[in-house]
């Protein structure tokens, strides 16, 4: 059965084929007139020709000769109604501009589709994002962690070269030592640089997997990595420097506490120094200006 769809007032009629277009809008409740043509026209006789609707869908025959003449001109949409019979479904209106405005909402929810599958879009790849930032964020904090590793190694490896130089007798060695020392010390200050651009780096990878965005997250995780090389190298340096100072150490001799040590034994009996030797030059010399004084 063939469905005539009102679209001025969104009504949908079904009747049987070849029914007369003009007879069921009024069995619909829809004029196919305007004004005062609703009282004024022919009554369906194909005479006056103020019963236009326009066909925007569907399959009609073709114009008739009362349609012909009377819609002469005109263009192809407009039909009389009460000429048309209804074979198929079809889509009329008395009013263009609502095809207009129809058009236009269609067009309106078809953006409003787009955007939403956009957005989906986005939130789908942001996900699969995340998940493969995860792997580099997890190397990006071991990286940071072993880069405090190797600075926290590196620190202490330059202190040990300090205490070393710190007992050292004055000579040749010493100096060699405190040079070596001097270059630990550096190398250690590489080293905790090093940990800060590896935390940088690290939270620039989190914050990459927040976003979805696995390729900076992927850049930071290098970032770190680079970082915690550059860690491990600062601290190799500064435990080549330590066995230098410790080289030069076993060359000089017997460090001040050593010698303070046995002074103190030599004076004292079996009795150790109770102070280093650096500590108790520097005692001797206070004594010594004060009684100068
Ligand atoms: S009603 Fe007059 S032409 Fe159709």
Redesign the pocket.
């Given at each position: 059965m063939p469905v005539v769809h009102f679209i001025d007032v969104n009504r949908k009629v079904e009747c049987v084929p070849g029914a007369n277009l003009?007879e069921l809008a009024m069995e619909a409740s829809y004029s196919v007139y305007h004004g005062v043509r609703k009282l004024l026209?022919?009554?369906?006789?194909?005479?006056?020709?103020?019963?236009r609707v326009a066909v925007v869908a569907g399959r009609t025959m073709p114009r008739n000769e009362v349609e012909q003449k009377?819609l002469k001109g005109v263009p192809e949409p407009w039909r009389?109604?009460?000429q048309l019979e209804v074979l198929d479904n079809i889509t009329v209106t008395t009013n263009l501009g609502v095809i207009d405005r129809a058009a236009a909402e269609a067009q309106a929810r078809a953006d409003r589709a787009a955007r939403m599958r956009q957005v989906a879009i986005r939130e789908h790849e942001a996900a699969v994002g995340r998940k493969e930032a995860e792997s580099e964020v997890e190397a990006a904090d071991a990286d940071a962690k072993q880069a405090e590793v190797d600075s926290a190694k590196a620190g202490q490896e330059a202190k040990t070269a300090r205490g070393l130089v710190e007992n050292m007798p004055d000579g040749p060695a010493r100096d060699t030592a405190a040079e070596a020392a001097k270059k630990a010390h550096q190398a250690a200050s590489d080293a905790m640089h090093a940990v800060a651009d590896a935390k940088v780096a690290a939270h620039d990878a989190h914050v990459a997997q927040e976003k979805g965005d696995a390729k900076a997250a992927h850049a930071a995780e290098e970032q770190a990595r680079a970082a915690e090389q550059r860690a491990a190298k600062a601290e190799s340096v500064a435990a080549k420097h330590l066995a230098e100072v410790q080289e030069a150490a076993a060359k000089a001799g017997p460090a001040r506490a050593e010698v303070a040590s046995e002074a103190g034994a030599t004076a004292d009996g079996d009795k150790p120094a109770k102070a280093p030797a650096r500590t108790a030059a520097k005692s001797k010399t206070k004594t010594e200006t004060k009684t100068e004084e």
């Amino acid at each position: 059965m063939p469905v005539v769809h009102f679209i001025d007032v969104n009504r949908k009629v079904e009747c049987v084929p070849g029914a007369n277009l003009r007879e069921l809008a009024m069995e619909a409740s829809y004029s196919v007139y305007h004004g005062v043509r609703k009282l004024l026209n022919c009554h369906g006789e194909g005479l006056c020709g103020t019963c236009r609707v326009a066909v925007v869908a569907g399959r009609t025959m073709p114009r008739n000769e009362v349609e012909q003449k009377r819609l002469k001109g005109v263009p192809e949409p407009w039909r009389l109604a009460c000429q048309l019979e209804v074979l198929d479904n079809i889509t009329v209106t008395t009013n263009l501009g609502v095809i207009d405005r129809a058009a236009a909402e269609a067009q309106a929810r078809a953006d409003r589709a787009a955007r939403m599958r956009q957005v989906a879009i986005r939130e789908h790849e942001a996900a699969v994002g995340r998940k493969e930032a995860e792997s580099e964020v997890e190397a990006a904090d071991a990286d940071a962690k072993q880069a405090e590793v190797d600075s926290a190694k590196a620190g202490q490896e330059a202190k040990t070269a300090r205490g070393l130089v710190e007992n050292m007798p004055d000579g040749p060695a010493r100096d060699t030592a405190a040079e070596a020392a001097k270059k630990a010390h550096q190398a250690a200050s590489d080293a905790m640089h090093a940990v800060a651009d590896a935390k940088v780096a690290a939270h620039d990878a989190h914050v990459a997997q927040e976003k979805g965005d696995a390729k900076a997250a992927h850049a930071a995780e290098e970032q770190a990595r680079a970082a915690e090389q550059r860690a491990a190298k600062a601290e190799s340096v500064a435990a080549k420097h330590l066995a230098e100072v410790q080289e030069a150490a076993a060359k000089a001799g017997p460090a001040r506490a050593e010698v303070a040590s046995e002074a103190g034994a030599t004076a004292d009996g079996d009795k150790p120094a109770k102070a280093p030797a650096r500590t108790a030059a520097k005692s001797k010399t206070k004594t010594e200006t004060k009684t100068e004084e």
